[in-house]
């Protein structure tokens, strides 16, 4: 399921306007401003000296030219310097908050059904994995790692501009079987209730009801949806994706993968409406983008607003 920032890439549209405005805010602030100060001093020592050459020659000077307005006139700032001052502590401001602390994302697919609904917009930690550079996603500082159970957003391998969302189903060294639309992590199978039916609608709006159980992987609950007539792996979908010969095995309905370390398994939590790691690969650590905590505004359903299990 790929998710769309809200302008596209926003993060490099902001760093440009950042650098544009503050470039031109420095240069009004080191460069213009002293040069309309000078300008100002030289017309307000002109027009002192004018003044009182006529009071000298016993005429009355011109009142018609204000001293305070003529000031205030040279030294007001051109338009463009202006609205360039007034956005930059904004731009500057959203920039850091949006690349070092939260980021919005809007849901577009079903592939997170239940969790996450079609016009779910979310927020993403963006430093619980670790701080990391702006625009070029290179980890700085080290914080926590994804565990079992997160709702993590990443760059798609397959195109970075993409921003995908699922749940880790792996970390680095486990053994992942999925055979039966049911998960064994590591030898141990997990453990699912079922819960009523689910009755909901797809990209294309058409409603249906899917089976809904509640698993438990490795203590971390959550509900997840099959669709009984579904099979439980479309093999000629599967990818031949970076360390799949080596670390995955594929049966007609089946699969197991062991996670390569730095890299991460994920599935989303609508199974069989879902393209994940089951079909496309690993996440590499250096993908990742944040964990997704909290749906913050669905304006089709206000009741959606809480935090993201």
Known sequence: MSMQVILGNFALILFVLMVITGVIWCLDVFVLAKQRRAAANRALAEYDARAAKLTADGYQADNNVNRAALEASILRQP???????????????????????????????????????VGDLIL??????????????KKVIQINDPQRGDVM????????TQDYIKRVIGVPGDKITYENKRLTVNGV??????????LGGDEQQQLRYNKQYQEALTGVTHRILN??????????QVMDFPMRQESCTYTYDSFTCT???????????????????????????????????????????????????
């Open 79 to 117: 338009t463009w310097v202006e609205y360039s001052g007034s956005f930059f502590p904004v731009i500057a401001l959203v920039f850091v908050l949006r690349s070092f602390l939260y980021e919005p994302f809007k849901i577009p697919s079903s592939s997170m059904v239940p969790t996450l609904e």
């Open 124 to 137: 993403v930690n963006k430093f619980t994995y670790g701080i990391r550079l702006p625009i070029l996603n």
């Open 153 to 160: 957003v990443f760059k798609y391998p397959l195109d970075m």
């Open 189 to 198: 199978a997990v453990k699912y209730t079922a819960l009523p039916d689910y």
């Open 227 to 236: 669709f009984e007539n579904a099979p439980t792996l479309s093999l000629p």
């Open 259 to 309: 996670v390569p370390a730095g890299h991460y398994f994920m599935m989303g939590d609508n199974r069989d409406n879902s393209t994940d790691s089951r079909y496309w690969g690993f996440v590499p650590d250096k993908n990742i983008v944040g964990k997704a905590f909290f749906v913050w505004m669905n304006l089709g359903n206000l009741k959606r607003i809480g935090s993201i299990k």
